[in-house]
């Protein structure tokens, strides 16, 4: 999986059938300290992540392994909303509070 | 999935007889912002997307997770047509005007 | 999918039985134009590509699911001989006289 | 699979319901000197792998294929403590002493 | 499926159940010349490849389409020893000679 902050999200009316309903979040990769890695995926939501929030993503066949998107034709999935993050002992991310150190590109 | 511009059209006539009748796309993947990521991929597509339509693309097996591509070998699939895109708060495409911005190659 | 240009083969007599009878063509990714994207990949041929063939190879559990590659331990597959390209609406690539443009490195 | 470096943990309370449980460790992937490559993940560990324990990671699919993950929505799974790796011949890491080389950046 | 060269191996002693016996060899990435391309990756192998050895690797889901490791939790796996590569009509490598070229960095 990944850690990826939402930063907006997309519409499509002209879709397949099994995506009917679907919300399409776009996430950037977030490093540990909050920078992004440069990749993004776009990916669906069912727990109501909206921008802004830290979130895990899980990607692949993972995705359709929940009740709401079973063999839907989907490859990415936000599996829950980051509460927060340690690394090397300290803590480097809360949701209340943010990042520690602002985010630079790697 | 990842959202891409349709930039052409690969045709083959000789190919295995479980691709029967595809329609093959080339696709740049791009940021929100409408700036290619340096990605490329061919992928079918049954929702008649065309040259330059920014289109939301499946990948991996989740390709096979549609009525008309149901067992097929075909790892990527168009499987919706973006109406509009927001990011950080402001719309950067729509379909009727575009992105706002020039893509430029990040 | 990606399209590829067939660069060689290797030959592996003492392989996994499930393999048996395969051909292992070596393949190097190819952009619309026909520069190398850097990206490489040993994948089976049941079409009769050759040498210098520009090919359509799909990729990951895809590979499986035609009628000879059926269980078998591969992750890449020739599925078609591409006979043209067309690029933002003129042909970059046709069987007959190859590449409009000699390919260079992205 | 890749060998990593668990450098912390995420917390998450609002996530799919079969994440119940699960605990997210964070990884950098290292080459065999033990000097990160730069790629990251975030795993599900039921092995009891803690902060600075080299780890092999199995990805995609794979990471469902143990009991305690079968049908989970994950994409990564720590699959073992390593004890040690041989490269060319020499001890590179022992778990007991660490990395023959402190690890730089490749 | 990537060709590869042993460089050596893993040890786990504290691992998943299912992966009871495995034999985890480092591979690293070459093109058809001998070089290493920097993609890494941790391999179960059956076949009695050695130190040294060039060898056909194959990922993803593949891995588990052998009869020994039907169902195991792993994502890559060797499935060839290679005997020789052609490139563009000149051999480049044969197992009793090694590769044509000393093999630099891509």
Redesign the interface.
Known sequence: ???GRV?????????????AGAK?L?IE?L??EGAP??D????IDH?GAG?GDVV?V?????????AP?K???????V???????????RE?FSKSSGFARAGKR?
Chains 1, 2, 3, 4, 5 share one sequence.
């Open positions: 999986m990944i850690i930063t907006g999200r997309a519409v499509s009316s002209r879709k397949d059938e099994k995506l399409l776009l990769e490093d540990p890695t440069g993004l995926a776009v990916t727990l921008a895990l899980t990607q692949g066949s993972a995705a359709r392994f929940t998107t063999d839907r034709p989907i490859d990415s999935l599996v829950g909303i980051i509460d927060n993050i340690r690394l090397d002992g480097t790697r």
